[in-house]
């Protein structure tokens, strides 16, 4: 068990919509790190927050948002979902700059 | 865009024998690699790390090789088990706190 806490595991829902996908990092943690990873491409970083601000964003559409409360757990919103969302959204978290990222188990997210 | 990528996409290995998993970096910025295993089901795991003032690194049955000067990391998996079965990432890390990660390399154990 990594510690990263991710709800919920499967969602499914239809084009046009809007869904919010939650994250708690492992106690301790301040960085907070969202991934897409679609069968075909990998993990995709999406964007990273840092004690509740943001740090570095990597590929993210406009559509979707993310960020990180003062308790430290993290949302990542997507809206207007298209069926090319269809993918698993990993969360990941680490502590000090250097460490490795620990990963939840991931939001499988379904558009149909 | 500079990116991880590894040479092979699968790689099947007899069981009890070393695997050898590849990877390529091209950002020569990146100060930090780590080597992910990802199960079925389950979110990506570390399996070891190594900053860039090192050229090797070893943990539990598991090696670590990094070659700056060609961009080049492996890892070493000693005495593949079944349980060992499963895709492999390399990422690196880029001084803005990115984390990339290659393609991964899907690892069967042949019994």
């Known amino acids: 068990d990594s510690g990263v806490t991710q709800t919920p595991k499967h969602l499914i829902t239809a084009t046009g919509q809007r869904v919010t996908l939650r994250c708690s990092p492992r106690s301790g943690d301040l960085s907070v790190y969202w991934y897409q990873q679609s069968l075909d491409q990998g993990l995709q970083f999406l964007i990273q927050?840092?004690?509740?601000?943001?740090?570095a964003k990597g590929n993210i559409l406009e559509r979707f948002s993310a960020q990180q409360f003062p308790d430290l757990h993290s949302e990542l919103n997507l809206s207007s979902l298209e069926l090319g969302d269809s993918a698993l959204y990993f969360c990941?978290?680490?502590?000090?700059?250097?460490?490795?990222?620990?990963f939840g188990n991931g939001t499988r997210l379904t558009v149909t | 865009g500079e990116s991880v990528g590894l040479h092979l996409p699968t790689l099947s290995v007899q069981e009890g024998d070393n695997s050898i998993i590849n990877c390529a970096y091209s950002?020569?910025?990146?100060?930090?690699f780590i080597w992910y295993k990802q199960e079925s089901g389950k979110g990506p795991q570390f399996i070891i790390d190594i900053r860039s003032n090192m050229d090797k690194r070893q943990g539990q049955r598991v090696t670590v090789l990094l070659n700056k000067t060609v961009k080049h990391l492996s890892l070493q998996i000693a005495a593949t088990q079944p349980g060992d079965s499963a895709v492999y990432f390399c990422?690196?890390?880029?001084?803005?706190?990115?984390?990339?990660f290659g393609a991964g390399t899907t690892v069967t154990v042949r019994a």
């Open positions: 950002n020569s910025a990146s100060d930090y």
């Open positions: 990422a690196e890390k880029d001084p803005d706190y990115k984390l990339s």
């Open positions: 927050y840092y004690n509740g601000e943001e740090r």
């Open positions: 990941a978290s680490s502590g000090e700059a250097g460490s490795p990222l620990h």
